[in-house]
C-alpha cells in the first residue's frame, strides 16, 4: 500500500510560482509511474503530467506544457510539480497518484490518490 501526501500549494499572483511535491509512504514508488492531476471547482478532474518510472520519460497536458515541470526525486521518495508562469485559470486542487494501467491521461488508470493540495491563483 502506498500513502501520497501533497504540499506547496498555496495563493500566488498571475505569472509566479509554486513547486508542489508529492511525498510517499509505505512503499517505494521508483517502479512506479507517477502523475499529477488537478480539478477545479464545478470541473472534472483533468490530467496535468506524468513521469514514468523508468527513463523519466514525462507527459503534459497542453495547457501546462511549457510552463510546468514533472519530475521525482526516488531518493526522497517524492514527486515533485515546478509551475512556473501561473494563470487564473490554473487554480484547482492538485492530486498526486500512482499509474497502475490503461492510457497515462485518463484517471481511471490511477490509484492511491492523495487528498490534494489547493492553488488558488489572483489576477
Known amino acids: 500500500q502506498v500513502q501520497l501526501v501533497e504540499s506547496g500549494g498555496g495563493l500566488v499572483q498571475a505569472g509566479g510560482s509554486l513547486r508542489l511535491s508529492c511525498a510517499a509512504s509505505?512503499?517505494?514508488?521508483?517502479?512506479?509511474?507517477m502523475g499529477w492531476f488537478r480539478q477545479a471547482p464545478g470541473k472534472e478532474r483533468e490530467f496535468v503530467a506524468r513521469?514514468?518510472?523508468?527513463?523519466?520519460?514525462?507527459y503534459y497536458a497542453d495547457s501546462v506544457k511549457g510552463r510546468f515541470t514533472i519530475s521525482r526525486d526516488n531518493a526522497k521518495n517524492t514527486v515533485y510539480l515546478q509551475m512556473n508562469s501561473l494563470k487564473p485559470e490554473d487554480t484547482a486542487v492538485y492530486a498526486c497518484?500512482?499509474?497502475?494501467?490503461?492510457?497515462?491521461?485518463?484517471?481511471?488508470?490511477?490509484?492511491?490518490w492523495g487528498q490534494g493540495t489547493q492553488v488558488t491563483v489572483s489576477s
Open positions: 513521469i514514468s518510472w523508468i527513463g523519466g520519460s514525462t
Open positions: 509505505g512503499r517505494t514508488i521508483s517502479t512506479y509511474s
Open positions: 497518484a500512482v499509474h497502475v494501467s490503461g492510457i497515462y491521461y485518463d484517471a481511471v488508470g490511477y490509484a492511491y
